[in-house]
Each structure stands twice: as C-alpha cells, then as structure tokens.
C-alpha cells in the first residue's frame, strides 16, 4: 500500500467504519463470549479474562476481516471472482464468506501449511493453489493472480475493510469487559491489532493496548524500533499465524500511533500456554493463538506502560485461533509437559547382573513416576569392556519438585543418573 492511500485511509470516519463493519457481520460471525480465567489470574497477579476467537465459526477472527472485505465490494467487482493469501486461518474466512455469498474464491497457501487448515479451505469450496515456503511468497504469487487474470485481491491484513473487521472484536471487549484496562494481541501481519487498537483507542483510549510477538520473528519490534516498516531477514516461528517478514504498512502507521508496547515470547512459553489451555479451560488453541497468553507471565518485567501502570489490571489476551492439526497437538503437548516438568528421561549406566533393572523400576514405582519409555542397551555403556549396561528411562511427573526427588532417590541408591529433558 503506498503512502497516499495509508493517509487517505487514516483521514476516514473510525468510528463509523467500525461500526458499519460490526452491522454487516451481524449474524455471520459470532460474538465469542468471554471467558474468566482463574488459573492465569493466579498465575499473573491480575484479573485476566480471555476473548476466545479460536471458537469463532472457521476456528480463528479471520473471517471477520474477510466477510467485512468481501461484503463491500461491489456486484461487479464480486463477478471477477475474488483471490487472497494465508497461512490458513483467513484463507478460511475468505472461503467461508465466498461461498456465503456464492462468490469463486482462489486461495493461495505456502507450503508448510498444515494440512487441516488446507482441507478446510477446501471444504468452503475454496480452489486452493499451494505456493511459497512462507507467507510473503505466497502474498506475491496471489497478487500476480489477480494481475493476470483480473481477479479482486482480498488481502489478509494490510486493508482498511479487513482491519475494521478484526476491529469488530475490540468493539465486543468494550462492550463485555467495561472495566478493561490492558488489551495483549498477537501480531503477525497486524491486521487484528491494528483493528483492535484502532477500535479500543477510538472508543476508549485510557485502555492500553500491548503487542505479542514470538521471539523468531522480529519484523514488528525493528519496523517499531526504527519508525518504519522493517522487514525481516528470516522468520523462525511454531506459531505460523504470526510468521510474516514484512508488516503491512496500512497496520503499521496505525500500530506505530497506537500501540502502547510490545513483548516477546519464546517457543517454550508458546508450547506451555497451548497445553495449559487444554488442561485448564479444555480450550484448543493453535501456536499463534497462544502468543498474547504467553505474553502474560512476562508483562511486569518487559512491558514498562503495564508495569509502571498503578492500580488492578483487568486484562484481556486475544486467542486469535484453534486452527492446529492433531499430529502438531501431539508435538507440542510433549514439548509443554517436558517445559513443565511433566516428562523426564534421564539415563544411567548399570552393572550388567540380574536384578539392576527390576531395581530402577521398583525406585520409580516407589516414587510414583510412572514409566512411559525405556531403552536397556548393552552397546551405549560407556566402556564396552566393562560389565555395564546403559539404560534410559522416560517418567511421567509430577513436576520440577517431583523430578528433584527421583533422582534423588537413585543417587541414594548408589546410582549416578543422568537428566536428558
């Protein structure tokens, strides 16, 4: 987007917009409800409460952005039949709004894309082209599509239309949680925190609006660093949502105005939130959907304008999605009980006579480790000419406590285990 139309599109009527957004969405989109978190108020010190967007009708806010988009079009632009870009969550919005209106949408993926999302693109009826390694390759390939074959471009966030209907959830905040004072938004191209900045700011401008990226994917803390849109070299993310190179410019300038912070999280905080939610509110949230929850631990020591902030926070994280495919669930689920100290191997050399293995287990057993893995192999010891076998054993714990207290017992027994994870 040049400069002139960012301007242009900066000068219109917010608060109108938004509200003509919030009419067409009307009895398409859901108006998720909020959702009280006790284990994160505890776990934080504030009040927080949680805006689930991954139980949206397509599993993710993107549809707003995408139904507000394609219902201002005209009946003559709808006729060229539309195209857009995604990762997957608003190529599901697009094909849903699409067929909702009985429109030939082309939706353009990258590769890595998981392939729930891409099956459910294709469910709504959806012609999906799969191209790029990343999202920006893939935005490039779509834009060439409309220019070639004069289809409407319906881009995912750097467009007035779509961040009005992210906004839409910024609305419903206000309206649910009057007493709000933080809002945490995930950020990737910026379209749902430009929309929800846009909306809090216009209305009620004393709530503080705070960004959440994940740590590989720095576009939005360079492009705010340096007063302009700062592309990244590489993107090295789980969360997929959020993993974009270059922000758009339309929700930059508005970001760059509006946005009070911004805080950074790393894989570990991503992968322990998305289990936490499962356990805990029996919610599924995809990766990017967890990056405003795992901004929440870290918001009084990276966040200055939360931090020095007087007062009871009453604070509001944005689960943007639920969009994640089974075998990734699984993944991440491990790598958050290990993160928490749920899974444990350790291993530990034995003297190869009868009865050393019955002993390791009787010890397990004794501290109510549940064993889940175990590898015995005479060749791993560290000196094959010695009566010794290597043995490596998987635990389900309790947590970091209950680990301590494992290995203790082994040492006590004469053993010298060794803590792999």
């Not at 009985?102 to 891409?118: D, S």
């Amino acid at each position: 987007m040049d400069q002139q139309e960012v301007l242009q599109n900066l000068r219109r009527d917010h608060a109108a917009e938004l509200k003509l957004a919030a009419e067409r969405l009307r009895g398409t989109v859901r108006h998720t409800e909020i959702i009280d978190s006790p284990v994160l108020s505890e776990l934080t010190g504030h009040t927080i409460k949680l805006k689930p967007e991954n139980l949206q009708v397509t599993g993710s806010f993107k549809i707003r952005g995408a139904y507000n988009k394609i219902a201002s079009l005209s009946d003559d632009q709808i006729a060229k039949g539309i195209v857009t870009a995604s990762a997957g969550n608003h190529a599901q919005g697009v094909a849903y709004a699409a067929r909702e209106r009985h429109i030939q949408a082309t939706v353009v993926m990258p590769q890595i894309t998981p392939p729930l999302k891409v099956d459910a693109t294709k469910a709504y009826g959806a012609n999906v082209v799969l191209h790029g390694e990343v999202f920006d390759e893939s935005a490039a390939h779509a834009q060439y599509l409309a220019q070639s074959q004069g289809m409407i471009m319906i881009p995912p966030f750097d467009d007035y239309e779509v961040v009005c209907g992210q906004g839409t959830i910024g609305l419903e905040i206000l309206e649910d949680v009057p007493d709000v004072t933080d809002v945490i938004v995930p950020l990737g191209g910026g379209g749902l925190g430009a929309g929800v900045a846009l909306a809090i700011k216009t209305f009620k401008p004393e709530v503080r609006m705070i960004g959440a990226i994940p740590e590989g994917s720095p576009a939005w803390r360079d492009s705010l660093r340096s007063g302009r849109v700062s592309p990244a070299d590489q993107v090295v993310t789980s969360a997929e949502g959020v993993a974009v190179k270059h922000p758009g410019d339309l929700t930059f300038a508005l970001l760059n105005e509006f946005l009070d912070d911004l805080v950074m999280v790393s894989e570990r905080d991503i992968n322990e939130m998305i289990l936490l939610m499962l356990e805990k509110h029996k919610l599924v949230i995809e990766a990017a959907g967890a990056v405003s929850l795992a901004a929440l631990e870290h918001l009084n020591l990276r966040s200055r304008a939360f931090a020095s902030a007087g007062g009871n926070h009453v604070v509001v994280p944005i689960v943007s999605g639920g969009n994640i495919d089974t075998v990734t669930m699984g993944a991440v689920i491990q790598k958050g009980m290990i993160a928490r100290g749920r899974i444990m191997q350790f291993e530990v050399e034995l003297p190869d006579t009868p009865g050393q293995l019955v002993k390791v287990a009787t010890l397990c057993a004794n501290q109510r480790a549940n064993v889940i893995a175990l590898d015995h192999d005479q060749f791993k010891a560290s000196g094959h000419y010695t009566n010794a076998v290597s043995l490596s054993v998987t635990v389900e714990t309790n947590g970091p406590a209950h680990i301590d207290q494992i290995l203790q017992a082994l040492r006590d027994e004469g053993f010298q285990p060794r803590r792999v994870y």
